[in-house]
């Protein structure tokens, strides 16, 4: 028996530029519970045999350096006590404070900071790690791998909303590892009708992907990991 300790969104904790849980929710300071979830999974990771750490994406409330830099501090309590995985979220690129009309201010694009806070090489260097690779040398799309109860796991975190080129990587890597059971990590890959959406929120009528995508291709999938479906409010 083990455990994947699984994290939502914290982009609520991070809120450090917008202060939008405050205004609209009226509730305090949120820092705090960001540090007392890390330090739960410290003091009950070898009680519950916790393996892996997983971030399902919105780290940040609007991918702002200090909201990084908070989320940073955050994952450095855990760094070198138990992997974690992260995934990019719509609050976690392309934020436009003054968008066109019809327009959402996340996910404008897919520029993001993950890269200054989180680059590949934190991951790579990281003793604890089985780092994989990644696509197009960024922490946006990669994998890694893991051991437990006797079998081996695969964990590959995508995009949000990943693009077909980004499915078609996963796809090549699935196949090639095919000896693992795969874990997908994700924020946004299914819509409200379960269709699979590709596009950024801007390109409002995104096109549907043809039967043959990644979670229906892979068989080795076990599981796919993702808080959100599309469209929602945001």
Known sequence: MFTLFVLPDTQSYCDLRLKWTRQHFRVPDQRHC??????????????????????????TQSNFDIEWQLGCEMFYQIERHIPYVLCIGNHDQGYDPHPPEGIAQYSNCRDS????????????????????????????????????????????????MPRDEVIEW???????????RCIVLTH?????????????????????????????????????????????PW
């Not at 993950?114 to 799309?141: K, M, V, W």
């Not at 996963?170 to 693992?180: F, G, L, P, Y």
């Open 34 to 59: 960001f540090g007392q979830q890390m330090q739960w999974i410290l003091e009950n990771k070898d009680r519950l045999n916790g393996i892996l750490v997983l971030h399902e994406g919105d780290l």
């Open 170 to 180: 996963a796809n090549k890597v699935i196949s090639t590892h095919s000896r693992c």
């Open 113 to 160: 900071l993950i890269d200054e806070y989180f680059p590949p090489a934190r991951f790579r260097t990281n003793p604890l790690y089985d780092y994989g690779g990644n696509f197009e040398g960024s922490s946006s799309n990669y994998f890694l791998f893991f051991r437990a109860d006797g079998m081996e796991f695969m964990v590959i975190t995508l995009e949000f």
């Open 188 to 232: 946004g890959f299914l819509d409200a009708r379960g269709g699979a959406g590709s596009e950024c929120r801007p390109l409002c009528h995104r096109r549907k992907r043809r039967a043959g995508n990644l979670v229906q291709i892979s068989k080795k999938t076990q599981k796919h990991l993702s808080p959100s479906l599309w469209p929602q």
